[in-house]
């Protein structure tokens, strides 16, 4: 298979590009993709290729007749890049810098642009891992680009989040159809901190308010077993996995 990981800058930041090809016309040159192509954009910690080679290996085992594209794209500043808006440290004494939006805008204008270059008809999905998924989540929110999301272990007890996510207007969006994928390990909450302790309960919330109510939606809240650092790059396989089999490509 002629199918590899590709790593790239894109506007300063480190990328790593996968394309899984397997059906006719699936990348456009003069060609139509097949509708509604699933494109996966992955926020990752630096120096985490490895990862997403995990990853990719995992999905060509169960998914070996699917067509979509990977773009894993490294942060600068794991804590400012992903978190939607500045707060307190809550474990150590590093704070979130809530450079959130500067992230959405450098994919928006510059890593779909050069990912989606020579496609049509895409379904675009932000993944990502603890606070990558929370920023997930939020980039769902706040953007009609996205046709869902993939939430794994999210950081959902993040301060302010659940407010956030009940003042959003979700039945306004005039998708179709979405898919929301969110996992979280049934340890995760057993932790002396008291706001990361809430974890299970807010990533409940967050389930029921984005997948509870929403005719056109279709979600999902995985369990895992252990706890927060338990196989998180296959955690975030089986999510895109998910996706995929709800397309069926």
Known sequence: MADHVRTTTIHGRTCHLYQQNNHSGAISGTMRIRPHLPVFYWGINRDS??????????????????????????????N???????????????????????????????????????????????VGYSLAGLFSLWVY?????????????????????????????????????EYIYISLGDREHKTKNKRMSAVGDCTKETYALLCGHQAYQKGILAWNHGGHFAEPDLRVAKGIDWILRQFDV
């Open 49 to 78: 290729k490895a990862s997403v080679l995990t990853a990719v290996s995992y999905l060509k085992t169960h998914r070996p007749n699917a067509s979509f594209s990977l773009a894993a794209y490294e942060a600068e500043s794991w």
């Open 80 to 126: 400012d890049d992903f978190s939607p808006w500045a707060a307190e440290a809550v474990f150590g004494t590093e704070a979130f810098g809530g450079k959130g939006e500067d992230t959405f805008k450098w994919l928006a204008a510059y890593c779909m642009p050069y990912i989606e270059a020579k496609m049509c008809e895409i379904a675009r999905f932000p």
């Open 141 to 177: 929110c706040k953007s009609e680009l996205f046709a869902g999301a993939v939430s794994c272990s999210g950081s959902l007890w993040y301060e302010g989040w659940l407010e956030y996510v009940r003042k959003q207007s979700i039945a306004a969006r005039n998708n179709e159809r």
